[in-house]
């Protein structure tokens, strides 16, 4: 950090151009510093670091050590007139990947971020942290890309190729409301293993692309996709692999609350993109018990 400062102050008199560089320069480093590293081994905790995962919950937050370090820069750049350091300040917002899809808080409140003991290693590198009882914890920003990722490559199938596979109870109600509202054709309870395969079955069908909540339950219908060589989009905990998956939702896959937000999500968005006319519930409809 003291060389990012000696390079502000010698490139202060430049102007504008030099003041840009180095606040990219600073907001790099604090991602670098603060956000979870991939090749950080996530395991379980002893006491002693249960009891650091617990104080990590009560440490600054990235946007306030952000702000911190912003305020610095400009206690530096004083010679630059104010309106261009308030310039500055919206350019460097505008880097961000646009608008949430919905408001971080409504992640928070669904679970979506809450995830097992167990993390893969597909799965480490959007753990942000330990909680105190040892659960991991997504990224709620990563959370909301991977979503908008998601959205993107569901958008470019059709209805009529898409199916989706849960058999997890806890997201039987949310899934049902996706396949009434788009049309795609929903396995809940059991997927009757072969019909993607078996051509002699009587129910035998292609598809394009095939949602897949859970990769260790509905393992069939992921194994089916993969031996046609069709499209997967998976959701994953932090206790699945990613393998398989042409792309992947990170997130709670076990409760109603976060499978409920997953699919409100995917259905709005996905009306919208088709211009599809449905009646869709609001949020609470969808994370209610």
Do not use: H
């Not at 102007?15 to 840009?20: D, M, N, R, S, Y």
């Not at 519930?281 to 994370?287: G, N």
């Amino acid at each position: 950090m003291v060389d990012v400062i000696k390079e502000i102050e010698e490139n202060v008199e430049k102007g504008e151009e030099a003041i840009e560089k180095i606040v990219e320069e600073v907001e790099k480093e604090i991602k670098e510093k603060i956000a979870p590293k991939e090749s950080e081994e996530v395991k379980e905790l002893t006491q002693e670091e249960t009891e650091e995962a617990e104080k990590e919950s009560t440490e600054k937050t990235i946007e306030e050590k952000k702000k911190e370090i912003l305020k610095r820069v400009k206690e530096l750049s004083g010679k630059i007139k104010e309106t261009k350091t308030e310039e500055l300040k919206e350019k460097v917002k505008v880097k961000k990947k646009g608008e949430p899809l919905i408001p971080l808080d409504d992640y928070v409140k669904a679970g979506i971020y809450l995830g097992t003991k167990v993390v893969t290693p597909d799965m480490k590198p959007f753990v942000y942290r330990r909680r105190a009882d040892g659960l991991a914890i997504f990224n709620t920003d990563i959370i909301d890309e991977k979503l908008k990722e998601a959205v993107e490559f569901l958008v470019k199938f059709d209805v009529k190729d898409i199916i989706v596979v849960c058999k997890r109870e806890s997201g039987w109600k949310a899934i049902n409301k996706f396949s009434e509202l788009t049309g795609v054709r929903a396995f809940t309870k059991k997927y009757p293993a072969g019909i993607l395969t078996n051509i002699t079955l009587p129910n035998f069908f292609e598809n394009e692309l095939t949602i897949i909540c859970d990769s260790w339950l509905d393992r069939n219908a992921l194994a089916d996709t993969n031996i046609v060589n069709k499209k997967v989009l998976m959701i994953c905990d932090t206790n699945n692999f990613s393998k398989g998956a042409d792309k992947f939702i990170i997130g709670n896959n076990k409760s109603v609350k976060s499978l409920g937000i997953i699919f409100y999500l995917l259905t709005k968005e996905y009306c919208k993109a088709k211009n599809i006319e449905a009646d869709i519930p609001d949020l609470e409809w969808w994370t209610g018990e």
